[in-house]
């Protein structure tokens, strides 16, 4: 079993930046995509960014592409989410998540794709 930690949440000013950390502990992936989800009161979990472990193509959001970068750390098993320009549209549960990958699959967006999940960090942007 994998598990995942998020940290790194908080409340922000509207144009501030937050940074986002995923630590993973457990079974190791060998070939594997990590994520990052989002879900905010009455809406639905959306995707937000991704990446391939192995290869290193990632994939965004157009609602953040430009403003997030999705980030990894092999050697420490941690993934990262660079937050800049935040907008109070932003405010969200932000969540981390893995699934193994076979190679040349394509990296998902959908939330019920990913195996693994983290508990969720708040993040508030203030207006």
């Known amino acids: 079993q994998v598990q995942l930690v998020e940290s790194g949440g908080g409340l922000v000013q509207a144009g501030g930046s937050l940074r986002l950390s995923c630590a993973a502990s457990g079974r190791t992936l060998s070939y594997y995509a990590m994520a990052w989800f989002r879900q905010a009161p009455g809406k639905q979990r959306e995707f937000v960014a991704a990446?391939?472990?192995?290869?290193?193509?990632?994939k965004y959001a157009d609602s953040v592409m430009g403003r997030f970068t999705i980030s990894r750390d092999i050697g420490k098993n941690t993934v990262f989410l660079q937050m800049n320009s935040l907008k109070p549209e932003d405010t969200a549960v932000y969540y981390c998540a893995a699934v193994g990958l076979p190679p040349r699959a394509r990296l998902s967006t959908t939330a019920n794709e990913y195996h693994y999940w983290g508990q969720g960090t708040q993040v508030t942007v203030s207006s």
């Open positions: 990446k391939n472990w192995r290869d290193g193509i990632v």
